[in-house]
C-alpha cells in the first residue's frame, strides 16, 4: 500500500509566521502534489514535481513555494503566512503517468492563520 | 468558468434507492476522467475511472458524455456506508482537475 504522510495534522500559526508542511511517500513516486481544499471550491493545485529538484506551477501558486530535494519528500512553504491561507493542504503521489488518474493522497494537513 | 463543475447537493436519499449526479467540465480537450470519494475529514480515493463507453463497478456505473462535456456516477441500491462526498477530476496536460464535490447522504 503506499503511504503518503503529511507532517502535521493540525496546525495554528500567526500572521506573518513562515509555514513548513512536509510530506513524504514511499513508493517511489515520480510525481507529487500540492492542493488546498476549501469549501465550495474543492481541490485547488498549488505546485507539483515531476522530480527532484523539479517543480512546477499549479493554478494558484501565489504566496506559497516548494522544495523537491529528495524524490520521496515535498515540502510547501509559506514564507509568510495570510489569513487566506487557512485551508486544508493535502500532499498526493501518483507513479509515473499522471493520467491514470490514482493520485495517493496523504490525510491532510488543516492550517489556521490568525 | 470554474474547469470542473459539480452540483454540491446534498442529494438526500433513502436506503435501496438510485442516486445520480453529473459534473461538467470546460476544456473539450480533456483527456481522462476521474470519480473520488471523500469521507468526512478525510482524504479523497479513487473510486473510479471512467471510459469512453461507460463502465460499472458493483453498484456504480459512470458514464462520460464528449459532446455535452460532462460525467455522471450512478449509485444503485444505496447503502449508508455510500454516504460521502464524490469528487469528480478530469485530467487536462497531465494535470489533475477537481470539481468540488458533490454530498450524497443516504439515510435508514
Known amino acids: 500500500d503506499v503511504k503518503v504522510t503529511q507532517s502535521s495534522r493540525y496546525l495554528v500559526k500567526r500572521t506573518g509566521e513562515k509555514v513548513f508542511l512536509e510530506c513524504v511517500q514511499d513508493?517511489?513516486?515520480?510525481?507529487m502534489f500540492w492542493y488546498r481544499q476549501d469549501p465550495g471550491l474543492g481541490l485547488r493545485l498549488i505546485y507539483f514535481?515531476?522530480?527532484?529538484?523539479?517543480?512546477e506551477k499549479g493554478d494558484i501558486p501565489e504566496g506559497y513555494s516548494v522544495s523537491r530535494e529528495k524524490k520521496e519528500r515535498f515540502s510547501l512553504i509559506l514564507e509568510s503566512a495570510s489569513t487566506n491561507q487557512t485551508s486544508m493542504y493535502l500532499c498526493?503521489?501518483?507513479?509515473?503517468?499522471?493520467?491514470?488518474?490514482?493520485?495517493?493522497f496523504g490525510e491532510g494537513s488543516r492550517l489556521t492563520v490568525l | 468558468r470554474k474547469e470542473v463543475e459539480q452540483d454540491p447537493g446534498p442529494f438526500n436519499v433513502p436506503e435501496g434507492a438510485t442516486v445520480a449526479f453529473n459534473c461538467t467540465y470546460s476544456?473539450?480537450?480533456?483527456?481522462?476522467f476521474f470519480w473520488y470519494r471523500q469521507d468526512c475529514r478525510k482524504e479523497p480515493k479513487l473510486l473510479m475511472s471512467v471510459y469512453s463507453s461507460g463502465n460499472e463497478d458493483g453498484r456504480f456505473t459512470a458514464q462520460l458524455n464528449r459532446a455535452s462535456q460532462y460525467i455522471s456516477l450512478l449509485i444503485r441500491d444505496s447503502k449508508l456506508s455510500d454516504s460521502a462526498t464524490y469528487l469528480c477530476a478530469v485530467t487536462n496536460d497531465y494535470k489533475l482537475s477537481f470539481g468540488a464535490g458533490t454530498t450524497v447522504t443516504v439515510r435508514a
Open positions: 514535481s515531476y522530480d527532484v529538484k523539479m517543480k
Open positions: 476544456n473539450s480537450a480533456s483527456q481522462s
Open positions: 513508493m517511489d513516486h515520480e510525481n
Open positions: 498526493a503521489t501518483c507513479g509515473a503517468e499522471t493520467n491514470t488518474g490514482e493520485l495517493f
